[in-house]
């Protein structure tokens, strides 16, 4: 994040294709015979159908759940994964479980500084350009309604409306103490606290953290980016 405030650019890329089918053709000696992949959104990378072409090169099968998003959720549904096989779940029985959380969830995106999502590709120049002279702080979604892919859903002139945007979309969505929030951010904790406090006065009973985002994910948002996601909790038993 320094060398961010530095003006460094950075890139994320998928996993080298070698390393894939190395860790699966490990994994088929160790006798598994399935793997279930819990990745990053199909329509933000090509994880994915890199899996699923060395899967078929290793000769091992291989199923995954499109989460349609990135950052937290997947660690939430990848651990609720690991739990629900442990307990007997078949693939077809983790898949429901999964699709009917992420049918009840979504990411909303408030980057400060629209030049990273131009330079990652998840905005046109044009519209970073414009952004930046309005003074615009975007509120960005992505989910299964996007394809896994970020679009505009509002365009207030700060981040204190963006925020209000996000917690008006959370309400209209009947989020309740069944549901599970992340607000997390890129070296902007005072709005992240913000927002948590926000949340926490409309909704009673739901389970919030607030962390900073991971890099691979904040390289692409920028600093001073605040970020949340929710999803209802997914039921391992």
Do not use: W
């Amino acid at each position: 994040f320094d060398m961010m405030n530095e003006g460094l650019i950075f890139q994320t890329s998928l996993p080298p294709v070698g390393r894939i089918e190395a860790l699966f053709d490990q994994l088929k000696e160790e006798g598994y015979d399935l793997i279930f992949g819990v990745n990053i959104s199909t329509g933000l990378s090509s994880t994915t159908s890199a899996m699923q072409g060395a899967a078929q090169t290793v000769g091992i099968d291989f199923e995954y759940f499109d989460a349609f998003t990135s950052g937290e959720l997947l660690l939430t549904y990848a651990k609720a994964a690991r739990t629900l096989f442990d307990n007997g779940f078949s693939v077809e029985e983790v898949q429901a479980r999964l699709k009917e959380a992420r049918d009840h969830s979504a990411t909303f995106i408030v980057p400060d500084n629209l030049k990273h999502l131009m330079r990652s590709g998840r905005m046109s120049p044009t519209a970073s350009i414009l952004g930046g002279l309005l003074q615009i702080k975007p509120v960005l979604y992505l989910g299964q309604e996007t394809g896994g892919k970020i679009e505009a859903e509002a365009k207030p002139r700060t981040m204190r409306k963006a925020l209000n945007v996000v917690l008006d979309k959370y309400l209209e969505a009947g989020l309740d103490e069944d549901c599970i929030v992340y607000v997390v951010h890129v070296r902007n904790e005072e709005f992240a606290l913000q927002l948590k406090e926000m949340i926490v006065e409309r909704v009673a009973g739901v389970e919030i953290y607030v962390k900073e985002l991971v890099t691979a994910v904040a390289i692409h948002v920028g600093l001073g980016a605040v970020a949340t996601q929710y999803t209802r909790k997914i039921k391992t038993q």
